[in-house]
């Protein structure tokens, strides 16, 4: 796989799964909470354990390419600040949008 190809599909990955906590009501899009209801605090859990399953593609991609390079907290506040950015669409979504729901 190309590096350009595997960038553009670790972005839409991170697009995908830093909206799913917002769009559903299943933890992680598999299991059923009691109640049937996911409140914000199990959202934001669920966002960060997207986070580090999508950073552990990245990382496996990145080993496929050759060597993984070492990173600082630098690296890590960036990518975070990115997956919520790219998860605001979700949180609108929930949030903003759907008022009488």
Known sequence: MSQSLSITLLLLLA??????????????????LPGGHKNLAWRLLELVLWYFIVGG????????AGQNQA???????????????LAFPGFVYRYLLRRGR
């Open 57 to 64: 593609i990245g990382m496996a991609f990145e080993k496929s």
């Open 71 to 85: 990173q600082g907290w630098e690296f890590y506040a960036i990518t975070a600040a990115l997956f919520l950015t």
């Open 15 to 32: 697009l995908v799964t830093a909206n799913l906590p917002f769009l559903n009501q299943r933890l992680m899009s598999v299991v059923r």
